[in-house]
């Protein structure tokens, strides 16, 4: 039972999608740009891991010392997420148009949960190095649970193309895959032995809080059929906004805090 649009002349719908999806991904294409030439590129995310020593006695009695792996530029990290919906946006209204509408006729849109899978896991990677989380072990699994959590809205709308009745299973799944990455941010963030994050942080936290978890709501709205959301494409419209605005206002509050210079 996939979330079907109510058909109203479809070739001019479409088009006023198209030129839409044109103009967010400029606008996101513009924002990445934008980053890479002002970031401050001296400010950096240093990823760690520990290892165990039975050298030292097993079981082990303190944890032992983070070691350095890498670091990693904050701008590029920005940029990339920003880079990503651009081009995800350009690609299916200019090489991918005919495949992208087909599958909104069905009620699915395959481009839109790969892209948030890498975009939105990489956002979490970002708000992770602010609160400090820098085990790189912890960070591959933050980053994969919540691409898992994307996966599932794929799963989602496909499986309930052969339902009669609208399947929650995918859903509830991909809200549990979802939720375990933010519990082990708010940990981090309110510093589960003491902690003191930057105010800007705050924000950050507020902001992008409230835009992923507007997601599944208009994922519940669209297959409830409430209102306008009955209609697949005006789901759609709201999924790019609020895409939009959340990765705008992560990019330009980590600037502020971290990247001015």
Known sequence: ????????????KFAKL?????????LHLFQAILMLVI???????????????????????????PTELFTVA??????????????????????????YVKNLKMGINKARWFEYALSSSIMLVVIAWLVGMFDFVSILLLFCLNACMNLFGYMME?????????????????????????????????????GSPPTFVYGIFAS?????NVFPVI????????????????????????????????AWQVFSGTLVG
């Open 18 to 26: 198209r030129k839409f999806n044109i103009g967010a991904g400029f």
């Open 208 to 212: 992008i809080i409230i835009c992923f």
């Open 219 to 250: 994922m519940v709205l669209q297959y409830k059929k409430v209102g306008k959301f009955k209609d697949y494409l005006y789901g759609e419209y709201w999924y790019i906004i609020l895409s939009l605005v959340a990765k705008t206002l992560l």
């Open 74 to 99: 904050v701008g590029p990290m920005v940029a990339l997420f920003l880079l990503l919906s651009a081009i995800a946006h350009l690609s299916v209204s200019t090489y991918g148009y005919n495949w």
């Open 158 to 194: 496909l499986h309930n193309q052969t339902t009669k009745k609208t399947d929650w299973t995918a859903f509830n799944f991909g809200c549990f895959a979802g939720l375990i990455p933010w519990v082990a941010l708010l940990m981090y963030f309110f510093g589960v032995s003491g």
């Open 39 to 65: 970031a401050n590129y001296a400010v950096t995310m240093t990823f760690t891991t520990s290892f165990l020593d039975a050298a030292n006695g097993y079981p082990p009695t303190i944890p032992s010392v």
């Open 1 to 12: 039972m996939g979330v079907k649009f109510v058909d109203a002349t479809e070739e001019q």
